[in-house]
C-alpha cells in the first residue's frame, strides 16, 4: 500500500546532541511537510518542500533544518535540540499546490533528556 | 495572522447523542477547509470542503463550509466510543505566493463518548 513511512517512531536523545528524523513517502507526491505537535496543541508546520524549493515558515527556529535529497524522502535535522523540542514530528504529503489532501506519517516523538 | 479557532475546546457525550463541533477561520487566500480525527497517532483525514463543495456526508459524520460566516461545522449523529478522539479543523491558504498547500489547524475538539 502506498503510504508515508516515518522512522524511528521514537527518539531520545541527549540536550545538544544533533538528531535526524527520517520520512519516506511511496505516493510520489510532489509536496512534503514537516510538522510539530507538541502535547494537547495542534500540529505547527515547521517548513514544506514543493519538489526541490524549499518554504520555511517565519517563526521556524533556526536549530531546526530540513533536507529532501530526492521525491521520495525528506529528513529534518535537530542542530542542538533543547527540552523545548521534545514533542511529536509528523511527516505530511500532497499532491499538489491548491486544495489538497495531506496524508500524514506515524510521527516520531522526540524526548530530549 | 492566519488564525484557526474550534470551539468547544471539549466535550463530552453518551453514546447515541449527535454532536457540533466548531470551527472558525481569519485566513488569507483561502483554498479549503480540512477536518482531521486524530487519535494516538498522526492525523487521519475525514473531509475537505471547498468553495465548489460545501457540504459532505460520510456515514455518521457530516460537514458544512460557511464562506460568509468564516466556519464550519462538524456533525456526528449516534455518536460510538469508538468516534472518542480530537478533532482537528485545518484550513488551506496564506498570505504570499507560496501559499498553497499550507495549513493552519486549530486547536482541536477532544470529544469522549461514555458508553
Known amino acids: 500500500d502506498a503510504m508515508v513511512i516515518q522512522n524511528p517512531r521514537y527518539q531520545v536523545t541527549q540536550f545538544g546532541k544533533p538528531v535526524t528524523l527520517s520520512c519516506s513517502q511511496t505516493?510520489?507526491?510532489?509536496?512534503m511537510y514537516w510538522y510539530q505537535q507538541k502535547s494537547s496543541q495542534a500540529p505547527k508546520l515547521l517548513f514544506h518542500?514543493?519538489?526541490?524549493?524549499?518554504?520555511n515558515e517565519a517563526d521556524t527556529p533556526d536549530n531546526f533544518q530540513s533536507r529532501r535529497p530526492n521525491t521520495s524522502f525528506c529528513f529534518l535535522d535537530i542542530r542542538s535540540p533543547g527540552l523545548g523540542d521534545a514533542a511529536m514530528y509528523l511527516c505530511?504529503?500532497?499532491?499538489?499546490?491548491?486544495?489538497?489532501?495531506?496524508?500524514f506519517g506515524p510521527g516520531t516523538r522526540l524526548t530530549v533528556l | 495572522e492566519d488564525k484557526v479557532v474550534q470551539s468547544p475546546l471539549s466535550l463530552v457525550v453518551h453514546e447515541g447523542d449527535t454532536v457540533t463541533l466548531n470551527c472558525s477561520y481569519e485566513?488569507?487566500?483561502?483554498?479549503?477547509l480540512l477536518w482531521y480525527k486524530q487519535e494516538k497517532k498522526a492525523p487521519t483525514f475525514l473531509f475537505m470542503l471547498?468553495?465548489?463543495?460545501i457540504e459532505k456526508k460520510s456515514g455518521r459524520l457530516s460537514s458544512i463550509l460557511d464562506k460568509k460566516e468564516l466556519s464550519s461545522i462538524l456533525n456526528i449523529t449516534a455518536t460510538q466510543t469508538g468516534d472518542s478522539a480530537i478533532y482537528l479543523c485545518?484550513?488551506?491558504?496564506?498570505?504570499?505566493?507560496?501559499?498553497?498547500?499550507?495549513?493552519?489547524f486549530g486547536q482541536g475538539t477532544i470529544l469522549t463518548v461514555h458508553p
Open positions: 505530511a504529503t500532497s499532491r499538489g499546490r491548491v486544495a489538497i489532501e495531506q496524508f
Open positions: 505516493l510520489n507526491h510532489n509536496v
Open positions: 518542500y514543493y519538489d526541490k524549493d524549499f518554504n
Open positions: 485566513v488569507t487566500n483561502f483554498r479549503s
Open positions: 471547498t468553495s465548489s463543495g
Open positions: 485545518a484550513v488551506e491558504g496564506g498570505a504570499g505566493g507560496t501559499s498553497y498547500g499550507k495549513l493552519t
